[in-house]
């Protein structure tokens, strides 16, 4: 398996990969850290004519705390926002599912917004940035927009980007101090594919009183799907038994989940009641 | 920009190599067919199996999912410089002593994740070893004496004592 032919194109800024991708519009894509793409490409299921290869713009890899979230450039790789102290303080959703993306050897490279851009339905980094309602920043040569999380993906493996437009920077929110999130994930094998995955916030006030819940699950549609059945169940309540395990059946009965190899639908909607339920019982825990 | 063929410039076990290839050309492809180092092996190609894992800067890399053109400059390490011309590596000599591998095809691979993880961390816990070598994939071990030979190494580089294995307790 060897990918088709391609020009190569190495900008040194942003600016410069936005007049790339202005100028081959479709017949391009941008390469970060490869990890996604360049499978795709081994095995021709995409064969891009140009390449525009920003891992020399050094402008876009940062992690910064801005305005009340951590601004994450496009050259960011997900091992050095594991390792990230910033990141572990002020966003400890993404911190607790990034070790779940990959293998230590695509961390090393793979970027956080390239597998946002990737868009998998069973990616985790979809599901945190729903949770948390990321904003995603778009770059192109006529200038920059900003979308939400829920904007930003369409359907699997597609994104809103137009042709040539990238995905410059995600903004996560910096948790609140009385906010709560947990990460899950269920997969065959360590490290294989994930059956389905759950990534919630909630806020709390006043002990178990949940003010707001956002829950982003994986695995049960065609992108990460927010449960607002369950988030309107949860919101307004005090968290106790009860209501998590009436939260857990719901997530069940109204989960549409994909139906393949690694497991079934029935199995997965199972699955989902069990994450929702387990997931709530931490946020409980931590709470009390 | 750039079309047809491109100069590349690596140091690849200590040593600076420049070659003339396409710009798809895969690092593992460069290694084994420009470089002749064909102890890196190819698995499947897409990522999942470990098979080529080399370092790149430092960190573990899959060598099929990177074009050599793209790292022009870098420093690779791949199984043939863990000890050079020199005895085995403590780490290869752990591996050999359990009895860590089979056909062999995926231990240079699990090598140099080994040496990646145990520089991050010198005194691993077993879940900790069972953690990183989800990197690889081996169809003969059943890894545990992977992990074994794993855990020799590691305290072999500390300088503490071995651990009593499987077959000596």
């Given at each position: 398996?060897?990918?088709?032919?391609?020009?190569?194109?190495?900008?040194?800024?942003?600016?410069?990969?936005?007049?790339?991708?202005?100028?081959?519009?479709?017949?391009?894509?941008?390469?970060?850290?490869?990890?996604?793409?360049?499978?795709?490409?081994?095995?021709?299921?995409?064969?891009?004519?140009?390449?525009?290869?920003?891992?020399?713009?050094?402008?876009?890899?940062?992690?910064?705390?801005?305005?009340?979230?951590?601004?994450?450039?496009?050259?960011?790789?997900?091992?050095?926002?594991?390792?990230?102290?910033?990141?572990?303080?002020?966003?400890?959703?993404?911190?607790?599912?990034?070790?779940?993306?990959?293998?230590?050897?695509?961390?090393?490279?793979?970027?956080?917004?390239?597998?946002?851009?990737?868009?998998?339905?069973?990616?985790?980094?979809?599901?945190?940035?729903?949770a948390l309602d990321a904003r995603f920043v778009i770059a192109s040569s006529r200038g920059k927009r900003e979308v939400g999380a829920e904007e930003f993906f369409i359907s699997a493996l597609t994104n809103c980007l137009a042709p040539d437009e990238m995905l410059a920077e995600v903004r996560f929110p910096v948790a609140r101090a009385r906010s709560a999130s947990v990460f899950l994930e269920i997969s065959n094998r360590a490290h294989g594919f994930a059956v389905a995955g759950l990534a919630i916030c909630v806020e709390m006030s006043e002990g178990r009183h949940c003010s707001q819940?956002?829950?982003?699950?994986?695995?049960?549609?065609?992108?990460?799907?927010?449960?607002?059945?369950?988030?309107?169940?949860?919101?307004?309540?005090?968290?106790?038994?009860?209501?998590?395990?009436?939260?857990?059946?719901?997530?069940?009965?109204?989960?549409?989940?994909?139906?393949?190899?690694?497991?079934?639908?029935?199995?997965?909607?199972?699955?989902?009641?069990?994450?929702?339920?387990?997931?709530?019982?931490?946020?409980?825990?931590?709470?009390? | 920009m750039t079309a047809g063929k491109v100069t590349v410039r690596l140091t690849v076990n200590g040593k600076a190599y420049s070659r003339e290839v396409e710009p798809r050309y895969l690092l593992?492809?460069?290694?084994?067919?420009?470089?002749?180092?064909?102890?890196?092996?190819?698995?499947?190609?897409?990522?999942?199996?470990?098979?080529?894992?080399?370092?790149?800067?430092?960190?573990?890399?899959?060598?099929?999912?990177q074009f050599a053109v793209a790292l022009d400059g870098a420093e690779v390490t791949t199984v043939?410089?863990?000890?050079?011309?020199?005895?085995l590596h403590p780490i290869q000599e752990?591996?050999?002593?359990?009895h860590a591998l089979q056909c062999g095809y995926c231990t240079p691979g699990f090598l140099l994740t080994t040496v990646e993880f145990l520089r991050r961390n010198p005194t691993p816990t077993r879940a900790e070893i069972r953690e990183a070598l989800t990197n690889n994939m081996c169809r003969c071990t059943g890894y545990l004496n992977i992990i074994e030979a794993v855990e020799n190494a590691a305290r072999r580089l500390s300088g503490a004592g071995e651990v009593a294995t499987e077959r000596t307790r």
């Open positions: 398996m060897k990918p088709a032919s391609f020009k190569y194109c190495r900008p040194d800024s942003a600016e410069e990969a936005c007049s790339l991708l202005r100028e081959h519009g479709a017949d391009a894509r941008v390469l970060a850290g490869g990890q996604s793409l360049v499978p795709l490409m081994n095995m021709r299921i995409l064969q891009p004519r140009v390449l525009i290869d920003i891992n020399r713009c050094s402008d876009l890899a940062y992690l910064r705390e801005e305005d009340g979230t951590v601004a994450c450039g496009a050259l960011t790789r997900q091992g050095d926002a594991e390792f990230s102290a910033l990141v572990a303080e002020q966003v400890p959703l993404l911190a607790a599912a990034l070790p779940h993306v990959g293998v230590r050897a695509s961390r090393n490279f793979g970027t956080v917004c390239g597998s946002l851009a990737h868009a998998d339905p069973l990616g985790e980094l979809p599901s945190v940035a729903m819940a956002r829950l982003a699950a994986m695995g049960t549609g065609d992108t990460t799907t927010r449960l607002k059945e369950v988030e309107t169940l949860l919101e307004g309540q005090t968290l106790d038994g009860a209501i998590i395990d009436e939260a857990g059946a719901l997530a069940t009965r109204m989960a549409e989940p994909l139906d393949d190899v690694h497991a079934s639908a029935a199995y997965r909607r199972q699955v989902m009641g069990s994450l929702v339920k387990r997931a709530l019982r931490r946020v409980l825990e931590r709470a009390s | 593992a492809d460069f290694l084994r067919h420009e470089l002749h180092l064909t102890g890196t092996h190819i698995g499947c190609e897409h990522g999942v199996c470990g098979a080529c894992t080399v370092l790149i800067d430092g960190k573990t890399a899959r060598s099929c999912l043939e410089g863990i000890a050079g011309d020199g005895p752990a591996f050999h002593e359990a």
